[in-house]
């Protein structure tokens, strides 16, 4: 079974640049979520989704980030514009259901400089 | 607030010593609590998990922990650890409902 597929793997840009993360849960997994790991940190929930419907948002940035998830399948995570602070791992997890075992990515580490 | 706290940020052990890396939660009656590890450059990996019944679980590469309510605690343990175990490990928890939170993690090194 493949596991949750994410790029690109590491991402270099300057504050005010955009950038794109892509993550491909396991399939059949409905439940999808996007994560924020900062240096010394656990993770912290950005957005999950359901499906192709948002559950909870409510630790997204929305002025600077956006999330979707069309088809409710691959989702992407999007930074616009960029702050140093956004540096961080981002990590896509995906799970069958609900909030059990979920599985998770290789990250995608960025640098904001 | 839901919280897990993890007191230890850095353990050192030998190889072939014991290791339990402990973990704190403050939840109402019925929390859902897993263990993760993360080497460095991948993402986090499935230990093992509580939802309920026994309080001893069982995991992979040999780690168990211990659901203990009076004292809010979900402790990993490993009875000899190798090398291979160094990494960062996380305890995240979470209620039905509500979002999973992790706690700040423990790093874990094995000296030879």
């Known amino acids: 079974e493949a596991g949750v597929a994410q790029s690109p793997r590491y991402k270099i840009i300057e504050k005010r640049q955009s950038v794109a993360f892509w993550c491909n849960p396991i399939?059949?997994?409905?439940?999808l979520y996007w994560y924020q790991q900062i240096l010394g940190q656990g993770p912290k929930l950005l957005i999950q989704?359901?499906?192709?419907?948002?559950?909870?948002d409510s630790q997204l940035p929305k002025d600077r980030f956006s999330a979707e998830r069309l088809k409710g399948v691959d989702s992407t995570l999007k930074i616009q514009p960029a702050k140093l602070e956004d540096s961080a791992v981002y990590l896509c997890?995906?799970?069958?259901?609900?909030?059990?075992?979920?599985?998770f990515g290789p990250g995608t580490r960025l640098t904001v400089t | 607030a839901q919280s897990v706290t993890q007191p230890d940020i850095h353990i050192t052990v030998s190889e072939g010593a014991s290791l339990e890396l402990r973990c704190n939660y403050s939840?109402?009656?019925?929390?859902?609590l897993f263990w993760y590890v993360q080497s460095p450059g991948q993402g986090l990996q499935l230990l093992l998990k509580?939802?309920?019944?026994?309080?001893l679980v069982q995991g992979i590469k040999g780690f168990e922990a211990e659901f203990k309510r009076s004292q809010s605690s979900f402790n990993l343990r490993k009875p000899s650890v190798h090398w291979s175990d160094a990494a960062e490990y996380f305890c995240?928890?979470?209620?039905?409902?509500?979002?999973?939170?992790f706690g700040a993690g423990t790093i874990l090194r094995v000296k030879s």
């Open positions: 995240a928890g979470t209620e039905y409902g509500n979002k999973l939170v």
């Open positions: 997890a995906s799970s069958l259901q609900g909030w059990y075992e979920q599985y």
């Open positions: 399939s059949g997994h409905a439940t």
């Open positions: 939840y109402g009656a019925t929390p859902y």
């Open positions: 989704f359901q499906n192709n419907g948002v559950v909870d």
């Open positions: 509580y939802f309920s019944g026994d309080t």
